[in-house]
Structures are given as structure tokens and as C-alpha cells.
């Protein structure tokens, strides 16, 4: 798919794997993905393939790697996303986070027994369990 709008000396530097992945064989950043010089200027490769088989990227969205492959080029395997919606597919600490349905305790996270705090969400029954043993704990102190 050298056709695709973007030069021979970007293909050149793509590597077909069996899974289906365009695998970027050149320069990556720190973060695993591929970097392309387009006009003395430090491209993302993903972003390249994407816009030259998509089109323009629309404002306020990223790109997602459906195969989690950061390094893939394959257009096929790149979607135009929020970014929340682009965090909540990964498999990172936020993401893990936002995907619980229920506190380390067992409790469901339902509107009634949730409370935010800054950008967590928390537990009002493990709250009120926790003001609970404090207020024992509390009056203990004092008969002692």
C-alpha cells in the first residue's frame, strides 16, 4: 500500500508482521511511537498513515492503536477517538480505575454510594465505616 500518499522513503521503513501489523522499523520516541521527519519537522508515523488513508485528523481527537501495538502504522488498526474514550481502552492505572464496578471492600460504585475526590471516586459506605471505627477508637482513648 505504498500508494497511500506518503513517500517511499516512509514506507521503506515499515515491516508487515503476521498479526496484521504495519510494525514502524525506524525512529521511536520514549513512548514506542515511530517518528517520521516530514519537512525538517518530527512527525508521529501513526498520525501520517492515518491522515493520508483518513483524511485530516478531526479536532479533539487522538488516535487509537486497536491492536495496542504503538508502533503500527496499518491504517486499519488506527481509529479516531476522544481522548477519554482513547485512555479508557488502554490498560493503564486510569484506565483500570475507571473500569471497577465495586470498591476494594465489595461495595458497588452506584451514584448513591459514590462521592468524588479530585479526580478519584470513593466509597461513601467505606467512608462512613472508617468515620465509624475513628469515633470508637476516639472514645476509647478518652476511657482509658
Known sequence: MKDRGLPDRFWSKVARLG???????????????????????????????????????????????????????????????????????????TAEQAKKTHCNSGHPFTDENTYRHGTSRACRACRADASARFQRNKKEQVIL
Open 19 to 93: 498479526s496484521g501489523c504495519w510494525e514502524w522499523t525506524a525512529a521511536r520516541g520514549s513512548g514506542g511511537y515511530g517518528h517520521f521527519k516530514v519537512a525538517g519537522r518530527v512527525e508521529k508515523a501513526h498520525r501520517l498513515a492515518y491522515e493520508s488513508a483518513y483524511g485530516r485528523l478531526p479536532e479533539g481527537l487522538d488516535i487509537d492503536h486497536l491492536c495496542r501495538n504503538r508502533a503500527c502504522v496499518n491504517p486499519a488498526h488506527l481509529e479516531a477517538v476522544t481522548r477519554k474514550e482513547n485512555i479508557l481502552r488502554g490498560v493503564g492505572y
